[in-house]
């Protein structure tokens, strides 16, 4: 089995279920918050050691309790920590999440620490990149350290999926010759492309354009459009559920089809795995918490 790293974002959740999303100006009651761990990055490692690969988080934290929330919460699914960066004047991430009735979300990030990930950090971890075979990226630390990261690894001749959560206002295009899988939801497609959210055939179209030999859009409830230069051009759909809470689906998708690509499975085999762990995902609430482990998986090969 291949080895994973996750370079991204560590958040701790706070998370409140509401009857509908608040407009401006209007007050709601929820009945509790939980704080769960979270954080796009985290949820990504997460989902990759409780799906079974070798997994290690690189990112920032604080020195504070919720930093130890985000490590136990790791630690449960195998994923090895110990490089970890702890910045003693840092608070950890974290991240309001307000669920409604639908299971949708909206999230505020406060970064903390993510936002202090540097190209140094990166430098001086090089060992990192060099001893794992798949990168994993989002964009929940700074746009020049993914950047960076993503470079040295195409350079180390590794794999490097890029999840671009959130996408930035700053999105380099440079960054797209070191991608070999890009896996944006239709919202962040049509915000990197400007095509319309519905017609993430044509965005699909243009980030291939750009150099990204495999492009995977995530649909929610209509499964995930492959558009790759040696599989060709694919509708993989998922089967219906009851959604509960969204929240970490796209995460799970993203890990779980690095976690395939690393035992051998073909693309499309990798994003029918990654779909089937999104499905259940989506019936369970919160962010790590709501991710299986692979015997909970239904999944023929
Ligand atoms: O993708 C879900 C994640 O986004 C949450 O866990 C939250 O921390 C934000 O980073």
């Not at 706070?14 to 009945?31: D, K, S």
Request: aromatic share 4%.
């Amino acid at each position: 089995m291949k080895k994973i790293l996750v370079v991204g974002s560590l958040n701790v959740d706070m998370v409140v279920r509401v009857p509908h999303m608040p407009v401006a100006g209007e007050t709601i009651l929820a009945e509790k918050a939980d704080t769960v761990p979270g954080g796009k990055g985290a949820n990504q490692a997460y989902a990759a050691g409780k799906l079974g690969a070798q997994t290690i988080m690189f990112g920032a934290v604080g020195n504070d309790r919720y930093a130890e929330i985000e490590k136990k919460s790791l630690q449960s699914a195998g994923v090895d920590v110990s490089r970890l960066i702890v910045r003693a004047d840092c608070d950890t991430g974290l991240a309001w999440i307000t669920v409604n009735d639908e299971g949708d979300n909206s999230i505020v990030v406060v970064s903390g620490a993510n936002k202090t990930l540097s190209e140094k950090d990166i430098a001086d971890n090089d060992d990192l990149l060099h001893s794992c075979d798949i990168v994993l990226c989002q964009m929940e630390i700074p746009v020049q350290t993914v950047l960076c990261v993503a470079r040295r690894a195409k350079e180390l001749g590794k794999t490097v999926i890029l999840d671009p959560a959130p996408v930035p206002k700053d999105f380099p295009a440079e960054l797209y010759a070191y991608v070999d899988i890009i896996k944006p939801n239709e919202t962040e497609l049509s915000l990197l492309t400007g095509a319309a959210s519905s017609d993430y055939e044509k965005g699909a179209d243009i980030l291939r354009s750009r150099g990204v030999k495999n492009v995977i859009v995530t649909l929610g409830g209509a499964g995930a459009f492959v558009n790759s230069e040696a599989e060709g051009k694919h509708m993989l759909t998922v089967r219906p559920v009851p959604v509960v809470d969204t929240t970490a689906a796209g995460d799970s998708f993203t890990a779980a089809l690095a976690v395939r690509l690393a035992s051998g499975s073909s693309l499309l085999q990798a994003v029918r795995y990654a779909n089937e762990v999104a499905t259940i995902v989506v019936t369970r609430k919160g962010a790590q918490t709501s991710i299986p482990t692979a015997a909970e998986v239904p999944f023929d090969d």
